[in-house]
């Protein structure tokens, strides 16, 4: 092969490499270290609510300088708790989506009240105990989704007042904290209403933050 034709193909191949560059490199920088998937609470406007910006803030200086994400899990968040069942479905949908994208990202799963309710759907176990048994609720999670999620933080979880932490039943036991603020009627026995709107502040989140942590 002449000089002159070495010399072409190089800078062929050197055009190449310049144009498919940018395409690794942009896939890498749309995954995350980390990414949480959280579930707002009834009433919230959509986002991942006050709970679920509470935690992530806690947990982000935790991470060694690893890069993280948020999802806001779409669903009504409404009176119509029926519903939940919707965001169930939109985390899995996301979950999977995150597992064929970006294999590498570690998933956190949170949820607070309502969303804490779908997030016990997608582990397998019921929201509100036998309550209601399996009315309104979405299918668990497969297998292969369940072991994506690297840990699972909810608050002021229903299922906990009626026997079923996430932390101790269902897919995610022993990588799952449950956290009920004393008091709170929606996950334990008490009369405190205002007791299940303090999730967002100390200790609840940085408890929340170092579990989660010391499992990414």
């Not at 986002?47 to 947990?59: E, N």
């Amino acid at each position: 092969m002449s000089t002159t034709r070495v010399a072409a193909l190089g800078a062929v191949l050197t055009a190449l490499g310049a144009l498919l560059a940018p395409i690794g490199v942009a896939r890498a920088d749309d995954c995350p270290d980390v990414e949480v998937i959280f579930a707002r609470g009834t009433g919230e406007p959509p986002g991942i609510g006050r709970v679920g910006q509470a935690f992530a803030g806690a947990l982000a200086p935790r991470l060694g300088g690893r890069t993280m994400d948020t999802y806001a899990v779409n669903y009504p968040a409404s009176l119509n708790f029926l519903a939940a069942a919707s965001g169930a479905d939109d985390a899995a949908a996301r979950i999977a989506d995150m597992g064929a994208r970006c294999p590498q990202t570690a998933l956190v799963l949170g949820g607070f009240s309502q969303g804490a309710a779908a997030v016990s759907m997608l582990a397998g176990v019921p929201p509100v105990g036998q309550r209601i048994g399996t009315i309104g609720s979405a299918p668990p999670l497969p297998p292969a989704s369940a072991g994506q999620v690297a840990a699972v933080a909810v608050f002021g979880n229903p299922g906990t007042r009626f026997g079923s932490p996430l932390s101790s039943t269902g897919q995610f036991a022993g990588r799952a904290i449950d956290l009920c603020s004393g008091g709170d009627p929606i996950c334990s026995d008490g009369r405190d209403r205002g007791a299940h709107s303090s999730y967002e502040l100390p200790p609840y989140p940085d408890q929340a933050a170092g579990f989660v942590a010391g499992l990414i």
